[in-house]
């Protein structure tokens, strides 16, 4: 679960940078200056691994409370989360806030899935256990159904990465991927095992649209492309563009409980900023 959580935050503060300093023209190649700020993807990430070392699972009002509570709206968090932890920041029932959001519908972003890859490594060898879990965490900000798909794919190919395939990866995420947009993502997904990075983002997004069924089957497919090697997995979604941060994050996170901490450049690591200190 570490060296997943060390994965997604390095992918996270990595894919950032190319927001911050796109005046530079940086390349997928270039290593940008430290230090590597991470984003809100690693701080609810964090509060996810918290929850899990506390509790052994994920305690939906206990882990609301903490998204709540640990939100710095300085880590460029959407207007829809914003609004959402706001909310139960202020003492509305979480069920309540997240059916209510975005006019009734919930949120079908891609926040349920860019923290989850870590808690997919917390039930390594369990599907199964480790799908109910990511739904557990989705819904408490993501109650529409494809929100929800996003952050199981994601952690189902997490708790079998450390040991299967590209081509069994995404099988078991379909095997629990209920029948949405974001399943018929990684439908496609398995068919393009010799597409380019830009070929694999035209016909699956890149998360520009900040939408999991736009977010989940590329992060996949750069995950499960590149499963032996990290820097090239993170560097796939920069190249990819869009939402580069989150896509860098989950596949980094996936890549990474394979690979272990080891996997990681260690400038990386040090060029990241440390991780909040409560998560100690």
Same mark, same amino acid.
């Given at each position: 679960?570490?060296?997943?959580?060390?994965?997604?935050?390095?992918?996270?503060?990595?894919?950032?940078?190319?927001?911050?300093?796109?005046?530079?023209?940086?390349?997928?190649?270039?290593?940008?200056?430290?230090?590597?700020?991470?984003?809100?993807?690693?701080?609810?990430?964090?509060?996810?691994?918290?929850?899990?070392?506390?509790?052994?699972?994920?305690?939906?009002?206990?882990?609301?409370?903490?998204?709540?509570?640990?939100?710095?709206?300085?880590?460029?968090?959407?207007?829809?989360?914003?609004?959402?932890?706001?909310?139960?920041?202020?003492?509305?029932?979480?069920?309540?806030?997240?059916?209510?959001?975005?006019?009734?519908?919930?949120?079908?972003?891609?926040?349920?899935?860019?923290?989850?890859?870590?808690?997919?490594?917390?039930?390594?060898?369990?599907?199964?256990?480790?799908? $109910?879990?990511? #739904?557990?965490? !989705?819904?408490?900000?993501? @109650?529409?159904?494809? /929100? %929800?798909? *996003?952050?199981?794919?994601?952690?189902?190919?997490?708790?079998?990465?450390?040991?299967?395939?590209?081509?069994?990866?995404?099988?078991?995420?379909?095997?629990?991927?209920?029948?949405?947009?974001?399943?018929?993502?990684?439908?496609?997904?398995?068919?393009?095992?010799?597409?380019?990075?830009?070929?694999?983002?035209?016909?699956?997004?890149?998360?520009?649209?900040?939408?999991?069924?736009?977010?989940?089957?590329?992060?996949?497919?750069?995950?499960?492309?590149?499963?032996?090697?990290?820097?090239?997995?993170?560097?796939?979604?920069?190249?990819?563009?869009?939402?580069? $941060?989150?896509? #860098?994050?989950? !596949?980094?996170?996936?890549? @990474?409980?394979?690979? /272990? %901490?080891? *996997?990681?450049?260690?400038?990386?690591?040090?060029?990241?900023?440390?991780?909040?200190?409560?998560?100690?």
């Amino acid at each position: 679960m570490h060296a997943s959580l060390a994965g997604l935050s390095v992918g996270d503060a990595f894919g950032d940078q190319f927001f911050l300093h796109a005046n530079r023209h940086l390349t997928a190649m270039d290593v940008p200056p430290p230090p590597w700020e991470w984003s809100d993807d690693t701080e609810m990430a964090c509060s996810v691994v918290a929850c899990l070392h506390r509790h052994g699972r994920i305690d939906q009002d206990a882990l609301a409370a903490a998204f709540a509570a640990r939100m710095d709206t300085g880590r460029r968090y959407g207007a829809g989360a914003l609004e959402l932890l706001e909310r139960i920041r202020d003492g509305h029932p979480w069920r309540i806030a997240s059916a209510e959001s975005f006019g009734g519908s919930g949120s079908f972003g891609n926040g349920a899935a860019m923290r989850v890859a870590p808690l997919g490594a917390y039930f390594t060898g369990d599907p199964a256990h480790a799908a $109910d879990q990511a #739904a557990l965490q !989705a819904e408490i900000t993501h @109650a529409h159904i494809e /929100g %929800i798909a *996003g952050a199981v794919a994601v952690a189902v190919t997490a708790s079998l990465a450390a040991t299967g395939t590209p081509e069994t990866l995404i099988e078991a995420a379909l095997d629990h991927t209920p029948g949405t947009y974001v399943r018929r993502g990684l439908q496609r997904a398995r068919n393009l095992k010799k597409a380019t990075v830009e070929q694999a983002a035209r016909v699956l997004g890149n998360g520009s649209r900040i939408t999991a069924q736009d977010t989940v089957p590329f992060a996949l497919w750069a995950a499960t492309r590149y499963h032996n090697d990290y820097p090239a997995g993170v560097r796939a979604c920069v190249t990819a563009g869009g939402d580069m $941060d989150t896509t #860098a994050a989950i !596949a980094g996170g996936i890549i @990474a409980t394979r690979t /272990g %901490i080891v *996997g990681i450049p260690p400038e990386w690591l040090d060029s990241r900023e440390p991780l909040p200190r409560w998560l100690e």
